[in-house]
Nanobody
Framework: QLQLVDSGGGLVQPGGSLRLSCAASAFTLDRYAIGWFRQAPGKGREGILCTRNNPDRTNYKDSVKGRFTVSRDNAKNTVYLQMNSLKPDDTAIYYC????????????????????WGQGTQVTVAS
């Protein structure tokens, strides 16, 4: 069974950093497009980035561009989301997701395009 496990969330002060992890089992992540979504309390799920190989393409939502960076460790079959300069508005449950068919067009973050989802990890930014 294809599975993603999100981890690394926690409580951080404004301006701080966190690194989230997304580990895959039963499939090879580097053959899939990876998306990160988040859901703040009382709000809908929001896509914040999409990354894929062949062709290499990574797109970030404007609200996180320059602060968040996605990376892959193929040996560990894991994707990381480095989040810097965190703001209270970044408070949300963060989900990684994967799908082999997503192309990561600029500005397109559609949750319905993805098949495999992690369970989510809570990120709280507060002083």
């Amino acid at each position: 069974q294809l599975q993603l496990v999100d981890s690394g969330g926690g409580l951080v002060q404004p301006g701080g950093s966190l690194r989230l992890s997304c580990a895959a089992s039963a499939f090879t992540l580097d053959r899939y497009a990876i998306g990160w979504f988040r859901q703040a309390p009382g709000k809908g799920r929001e896509g914040i980035l999409c990354t894929r190989n062949n062709p290499d393409r990574t797109n970030y939502k404007d609200s996180v561009k320059g602060r968040f960076t996605v990376s892959r460790d193929n040996a560990k079959n894991t994707v990381y989301l480095q989040m810097n300069s965190l703001k209270p508005d970044d408070t949300a449950i963060y989900y990684c997701t994967a799908d082999p068919k997503v192309v990561c067009n600029v500005g397109v973050f559609t949750s319905e395009d993805y098949d495999v989802w992690g369970q989510g990890t809570q990120v709280t930014v507060a002083s």
